[in-house]
């Protein structure tokens, strides 16, 4: 099976820069995703990332480290619009099919 | 727009009953995934289905069921309802069945809301 831990909430300011950490315990690991959630909606793609470094999209970055089993999102000049709920996903070759999420981080960005 | 159609958008039946969720997943896609989010809760996986046939199974109760037809679209039947399984259904779909390596992610429906009363 898969572990996938994130913190429960974070809080800043906008226009500031919030990192969201993810750890992961897997075998077989085939990639780690970001969607971000608004409250009552689907969620949409962020990012993807399956070797290890840094990928670069706009104002949100992801980072993995698979020796540590840990990515995070880097949210730069926070916007109102921000606020939601960012959840990291992990596809795993052992867990053929089940595209399991951990449990979302809830982002309140405050004027 | 994800090209992911889910109907209805909202449902409200009685306890007991029996419902079913339809997912229309983008075009040309051969995977499709189930999920539940309950109020404030994470997205629990349920079942995933790759060109009709069943490929991995999470946390689902056995009063829920769900099939892809010959045509990829699937359905999600819930029966015998409790006032627990007020939910937020949400289906994805993605290309091929992760994992498939790649940036296959999946795309979300907009989800169908059944509230239980």
């Known amino acids: 099976g898969q572990n996938i831990d994130q913190p429960t909430e974070m809080t800043a300011t906008e226009g500031a820069i919030v990192q969201i950490n993810c750890t992961y315990q897997t075998s077989g690991f085939n990639g780690l995703f970001w969607y971000q959630q608004h409250a009552g909606e689907a969620p949409t793609f962020l990012s993807y990332?399956?070797?290890?470094g840094l990928e670069e999209k706009g104002r949100f970055s992801s980072f993995l480290s698979r020796s540590k089993g840990y990515s995070y999102l880097l949210l730069k000049e926070l916007q109102m619009k921000d606020s939601a709920s960012y959840l990291c996903a992990v596809s795993s070759t052992d867990s053929w099919g089940k595209f399991q999420f951990g449990a979302g981080t809830q982002v309140v960005v405050t004027p | 727009d994800s090209g992911v159609t889910q109907t209805p958008k909202h449902l409200i039946t009685a306890t007991g009953q029996r419902v079913t969720l339809r997912c229309s997943p983008r075009?040309?896609?051969?995977?499709v995934y189930w999920y539940q989010q309950s109020l404030d809760q994470g997205l629990q996986f349920l079942i995933q289905?790759?060109?009709?046939?069943?490929?991995a199974k999470g946390n689902i109760l056995e009063r829920f069921s769900a099939q892809q037809f010959p045509d990829l679209h699937s359905e999600l039947n819930l029966s015998s309802l409790e006032l627990g399984d007020s939910a937020l259904y949400f289906c994805a779909s993605s290309p091929r069945g992760l994992p498939a390596g790649g940036n296959t992610e999946a795309f979300f429906g907009q989800g169908t809301r059944l509230t239980v009363v």
């Open positions: 289905y790759y060109n009709g046939e069943e490929r």
């Open positions: 990332n399956v070797l290890d």
């Open positions: 075009s040309g896609d051969l995977s």
